[in-house]
């Protein structure tokens, strides 16, 4: 590795006396100190003051959004395809306040990236607002907020599982303060205190009396990396459906299956679409249910088609069947006189007097009755081969109970 | 014959073209790329919400990796501001993107064609960002290829509009259909000596090396910026590499324009649709020439920018109806605005799909 000078020859773009560059020539001697070279380190910035950094630096560098920089960065991180590239994410305390979440992720991943957040106290581009990172005394000179302590950046990130995390306030320390995060395999953030000569304070000591104490902590972690695997084509897992059976659907037949969540809809609903595919024909099937899992409605749509099916909606469902109370109130607005109309005797109402009235719950139990209603349909209907569904359940894990289901409303 | 949805043929799809790592955030109606993707991509990342994600897709597509997505339009509002961030960085990403009933978190699980207008101004100054549609499956499978191939042409993220119906519908489908996906080569303009990051030449894309790289000095930019990649105010080469960002998209539409015109010699009327809306129009043309009506049908798949193509068919005709799952009519509003033409009409609805029957009607009215 050859020698390299980290910084370009550019002057420090800050406000007279302002802490950042300080900061910056600290991070520059590190790398330098530690042999890295122009083309192993990657800046990321974010906005602000310190988002002034990226020309100073004759490395690569990302420029991004105000309090992203630490995301970014861990994309940036996770993406290089050599672990022996050095990202130095550098912040202010405003980007760490409106990222925080950003920052506590990249320590409880434990991301390879060093954070380096320049705390000046406040916002000094938008013209010196206090931020989460401004201290307590801070705010009292300010009489501003004087009742919200601020966030301990180096604390928290230590607490989320950073391997290093230090607050650095003497600035003969910064280099190997820096020194020791840049080594740091894993998240390592370092809290600089930083001179606001614009908003703050004329002389270093008067910031000196409004910080926090130095201090440092450590995890030991390996850090989190990308889990690459092969993986095998998604269709590869798909069962080939083969017509094995005749039907006399001459043209389009749409059915809804309405229930209860958790009263097997959407998979008998499945079922007819396969045994419509056994049959030759094509099937589409969309399911209807609350965000809920277990509890409400559900409601089932399946069309089977000599043609291939466009427009998936029904405008006149063919056959609706409906199992339990949930089901009936969902849809009973879309029932047109002209369906079939198969309701369990449970539910039996002077709504629909020409109805079918079929006991499904009672001979085939809660879970069953809409795959024995199915079967009751196509054996009174004629329309398909009993036997597609069968071998539509075949595959299934539970074979043998949705089995019995079929059987119980064969019989009915 | 399989039983398969356009979340798995996408999902697929995004896989065969070579994309390295999916970022997802979990959001109804995307569910199934969420769970297709923990399955099928090279790497999968949690995201911890949808700011995250865009964030970790640029870096990984800093780094050189092809990072994709899927959200609805909660999550597309918390992306807005990283997607501006990615668009002027050029970096290439897919954002898949499920349109559900709003406004707000509206219905999660009901479809809507809804967010079109929004991504048409989702980057500051309406620079365009390549948003594609599809329809059926064999649509989902190509336009997604398409999408990627865009992305990676233009160094751009680009956005793959569907809707819930279209991708948790279950269909039985063909897969001998699908034509054959070979790996997007990570596609860069040559280099052109000296290296700068932003310099482009007549393709107007600037060459797509990777932070880190051992031969060029990588700067990436999302504020305003020179050639080098540093920040520029208002100077001629800075704003000229602002204006790029249109330019390199106008001036080369033809290499991404997409779109099926099922032309009715002569026809006088034009059914305008895109999405999930396509299907009931399919059948609608199939019902009314069955009858004797002359129409014609346009299914647009690359909705943004508007390609001259599109429009050219459009004002070839004496009267276009819109077709769209939305209150007023979006797509349309793109391309006429708010003060109609008299010839134009427009099919709209909420909560449930347009059907046939309620085009042919709006045909005949």
Redesign the interface.
């Known amino acids: 590795m050859t020698k390299n000078n980290i910084l370009t020859k550019m002057k420090m773009p800050f406000c007279q006396g302002c802490g950042h560059g300080i900061i910056v020539r600290s991070i520059a001697k590190a790398l330098e100190q530690l042999g890295y070279g122009?083309?192993d380190t990657?800046i990321v910035s974010d906005i602000g003051c310190s988002g002034?950094v990226?020309?100073l630096f004759?490395?690569?560098?990302?420029?991004?959004?105000h309090g992203?920089a630490p995301?970014?960065?861990?994309?940036?991180?996770?993406?290089?395809?050599?672990p022996n590239?050095k990202v130095i994410v550098i912040q202010g305390d405003g980007g760490v306040t409106i990222g925080l979440?950003?920052v506590l992720?990249a320590a409880r991943r434990n991301i390879d990236i060093t954070l380096v957040v320049m705390n000046n106290l406040l916002y000094g581009m938008t013209g010196g607002q206090i931020s989460g990172l401004s201290t307590q005394k801070f705010k009292e000179q300010r009489h501003f907020e004087v009742d919200v302590p601020p966030f301990d950046i180096v604390k928290l990130a230590h607490v989320s599982g950073a391997a290093y995390s230090a607050r650095a306030t003497s600035i003969k320390t910064y280099t190997d303060v820096m020194k020791d995060a840049i080594e740091v395999n894993g998240f390592s953030i370092v809290e600089f205190s930083s001179l606001c000569t614009s908003y703050a304070f004329k002389k270093l000591d008067q910031l000196q009396e409004v910080i926090e104490p130095p201090e440092v902590f450590k995890n030991e972690r390996i850090p989190v990396r990308?889990?690459?695997?092969?993986?095998k084509?998604?269709?590869d897992k798909?069962?080939?459906?083969?017509k094995h059976f005749d039907s006399k659907i001459d043209s389009r037949l749409g059915v809804i299956l309405a229930g209860s969540a958790g009263g097997g809809v959407q998979s008998a609903a499945?079922m007819l679409?396969?045994a419509?595919?056994l049959s030759g024909?094509?099937?589409?099937?969309?399911?209807?249910?609350p965000?809920t899992v277990g509890t409400g409605f559900s409601v089932a749509e399946v069309i089977l088609s000599r043609s291939y099916?466009?427009?998936?909606?029904l405008?006149k469902p063919d056959v609706v069947i409906i199992v339990s109370e949930d089901g009936l109130n969902k849809i009973k607005g879309k029932i047109k006189d002209n369906d079939i109309l198969i309701i369990d005797s449970s539910l039996k109402t002077d709504d629909f007097p020409d109805a079918i009235y079929v006991d499904f719950n009672r001979k085939a139990g809660k879970r069953g009755a809409a795959l024995a209603a199915l079967a009751y349909w196509m054996k009174k209907s004629g329309l398909m081969d009993i036997e597609s569904l069968k071998k539509a359940v075949s595959s299934h894990k539970y074979s043998r109970i949705l089995l019995d289901a079929i059987n119980a409303g064969l019989e009915i | 014959?399989?039983?398969?949805d356009a979340s798995?043929i996408i999902?697929?799809a995004c896989?065969k073209a070579g994309s390295d790592?999916f970022i997802g955030y979990p959001i109804?109606p995307s569910n199934r790329f969420y769970q297709?993707g923990t399955?099928?991509?090279?790497?999968f990342?949690a995201g911890?919400?949808e700011?995250?994600v865009v964030?970790?897709?640029?870096?990984?597509?800093?780094?050189?990796?092809f990072p994709v997505t899927a959200t609805a339009f909660p999550g597309l509002a918390l992306m807005a501001?990283?997607l501006n961030?990615a668009y002027a960085?050029e970096l290439p990403m897919l954002l898949i993107l499920t349109q559900r009933l709003g406004p707000s978190t509206g219905s999660?699980?009901t479809g809507a064609q809804g967010d079109l207008m929004f991504l048409n101004g989702l980057i500051s100054g309406r620079y365009p960002i390549p948003v594609f549609s599809h329809s059926?499956f064999e649509d989902a499978w190509e336009m997604t290829y398409e999408s990627i191939k865009t992305a990676m042409k233009f160094r751009t993220p680009v956005v793959l509009l569907t809707s819930k119906?279209l991708v948790?519908?279950?269909?039985?489908f063909d897969?001998n259909k699908l034509k054959e996906i070979k790996p997007v080569e990570k596609y860069s303009t040559d280099v052109i000596e000296p290296y700068e990051p932003y310099k482009t030449g007549d393709e107007m894309v600037p060459a797509y090396i990777?932070?880190?790289?051992?031969?060029y000095?990588?700067?990436?930019?999302?504020?305003t910026?020179n050639n080098a990649?540093?920040?520029k105010k208002n100077d001629p080469e800075s704003m000229a590499n602002t204006r790029r960002l249109k330019e390199k998209f106008e001036k080369r539409i033809d290499e991404f324009t997409y779109f099926d015109h099922d032309k009715e010699e002569g026809a006088s009327k034009l059914i305008v649709t895109y999405g999930i809306s396509?299907?009931?129009s399919?059948?609608a043309i199939g019902r009314l020439r069955e009858e004797g009506e002359k129409v014609s049908l346009l299914i647009a798949k690359t909705l943004l920018p508007v390609p001259g193509a599109i429009l050219d068919i459009i004002n070839s005709y004496d009267e276009v109806i819109f077709v769209e799952e939305n209150i007023s009519g979006i797509y349309k509003e793109i391309l006429f605005g708010v003060n109609n033409s008299p010839k134009v009409k427009s099919v709209n609805k909420i909560g449930?799909?347009i059907?046939?029957?309620e085009i042919i009607k709006a045909v005949r009215s």
């Not at chain 2, 399955?39 to 790497?43: D, E, L, S, T």
């Not at chain 2, 964030?55 to 990796?65: I, N, V």
């Not at chain 2, 000095?217 to 504020?223: F, G, K, L, M, P």
């Open positions: 122009k083309n990657i002034l990226d020309p004759d490395t690569h560098s990302i420029h991004g959004l992203r995301a970014l960065g861990v994309g940036v991180s996770l993406g290089l395809d050599n590239k979440q950003h992720e990308v889990h690459h695997r092969d993986t084509s998604l269709f798909l069962d080939v459906i083969d499945k679409a396969t419509g595919m024909l094509h099937a589409t099937m969309k399911g209807e249910y965000v099916v466009n427009y998936t909606g405008e | 014959m399989v039983y398969t798995m999902t697929e896989v790592v109804t297709y399955q099928r991509f090279p790497a990342l911890t919400d700011i995250t964030q970790w897709m640029a870096g990984f597509s800093a780094a050189g990796k501001e990283g961030m960085m999660a699980t059926d119906e948790m519908t279950n269909k039985s897969l990777s932070l880190g790289d051992e031969k000095q990588v700067r990436i930019n999302a504020s910026h990649g540093l920040i396509a299907d009931a399919k059948d449930n799909l059907s046939p029957s």
